[in-house]
Nanobody
């Protein structure tokens, strides 16, 4: 059974950096893709970035190119966020899917990121 657990959220000031972690366990992830999503209050969930477990190739949604960076070390996927803005305040989730064209099937409980001005 796939388990994803996010950590690293917290309260930071505008302009700060923060690194989120997503610990993955439960099976071999060799053909999986891990994605980071976020949902701000009153807004729909949006995809931030994703990474191929096998190749390490990253994908970024256009809005997040430049300030956000996704990477994987062993069974943990990281989301490095820099130059944070108050509008980055959201619950950040990681999710897993088995293939690039599949829907995300497994989700973590999320971690809260709050950016104060």
């Amino acid at each position: 059974q796939v388990q994803l657990v996010e950590s690293g959220g917290g309260l930071v000031q505008a302009g700060d950096s923060l690194r989120l972690s997503c610990a993955a366990s439960g099976r071999a992830f060799s053909h999986y893709f891990i994605g980071w999503f976020r949902q701000a209050p009153g807004k729909e969930r949006e995809e931030v970035a994703a990474i191929s477990w096998a190749s390490g190739s990253p994908y970024y949604a256009d809005s997040f190119k430049g300030r956000f960076s996704i990477s994987r070390v062993k069974n943990t996927v990281y989301l490095q966020m820099s130059s944070l803005k108050p509008e980055d305040t959201a619950i950040y989730y990681c999710a897993a899917k088995e293939y690039a064209t599949a829907a995300y099937k497994y989700w973590g409980p999320g971690t809260q990121v709050t950016v104060s001005s």
